[in-house]
């Protein structure tokens, strides 16, 4: 079975400082892909980043930063210098190659304060 | 090009009655699915499609079906709701190989009575 875990339910930051949103996930599959989409206050959903379990390379995009790390299961994500428009609930998610399924951990609501 | 699009937005249901919630890709898309948002639950596997006329069962399979005709449409039915299903249901595609993200609509609130 495939798990997902965003122990961080809510976080709250003052615009400009640096937040890390954690991941964690479980997953027998030696082949998978790691996900993140925000939900922004207008409730749709949209694609921000997918990582292969074979490319452990971190990746930075602009003020958005991802790190995957196998060895402990891990794929965060920090935002640097926040704005407000970065709150929005964030979603991890876990692709099983095998059967097509996304399964999601239960997100992190982020609050950016100006 | 619509991508995804979930009618309707918004829906009110007395308990017993039946609904169906209607989703259209545009996409092309060989994988199709229906998720159920809750608060502090995340969001939550019903029903998938691999293919026209392929289905499986989610995470939370029960009280609703699924059907895939065509490629394009994928519609969840509620055969008899209840107060239990009140939550904002998301259709989603993605391209059925490697590692597409999924592609979703723009959900639709129900409420049930």
């Known amino acids: 079975a495939q798990k997902v875990t965003q122990a961080q339910t809510e976080i709250s930051v003052v615009e400009k400082e640096d937040v890390t949103l954690d991941c964690v996930y479980e997953?027998?599959?030696?082949?998978?892909?790691l996900f993140w989409y925000k939900q922004p206050p207008s409730g749709e959903l949209v694609f921000l980043i997918r990582?292969?379990?074979?490319?452990?390379q971190n990746e930075i995009s602009g003020r958005y930063s991802w790190n995957f790390q196998k060895s402990t299961s891990s794929f965060n994500f920090t935002i640097t210098a926040s704005q407000v428009v970065d709150s929005a609930v964030y979603f991890c998610?876990?692709?099983?190659?095998?059967?097509?399924?996304?399964?999601f951990g239960d997100g992190t609501t982020l609050t950016v304060k100006p | 090009n619509a991508g995804v699009t979930q009618t309707p937005k918004f829906q009110v249901l007395k308990t017993g009655q039946s609904m169906t919630l209607q989703c259209a890709q545009d996409?092309?898309?060989?994988?199709m699915s229906w998720y159920r948002q809750d608060p502090g639950m995340g969001l939550r596997l019903i029903h998938y499609?691999?293919?026209?006329?392929?289905?499986d069962q989610g995470e939370v399979p029960n009280g609703y079906n699924v059907s895939r005709s065509t490629t394009e449409d994928f519609p969840l039915r509620l055969l008899s709701a209840a107060p239990s299903q009140t939550s904002v249901y998301f259709c989603?595609?993605?391209?059925?190989?490697?590692?597409?993200?999924?592609?979703f609509g723009n959900g639709t609130r129900l409420t049930v009575t």
């Open positions: 499609s691999v293919g026209a006329g392929i289905t």
């Open positions: 989603a595609s993605r391209q059925g190989q490697g590692n597409s993200p999924l592609h």
């Open positions: 990582r292969n379990s074979f490319d452990e």
């Open positions: 997953t027998r599959d030696t082949t998978y892909y």
């Open positions: 998610a876990l692709l099983n190659t095998n059967a097509g399924k996304s399964t």
């Open positions: 996409m092309n898309h060989e994988y």
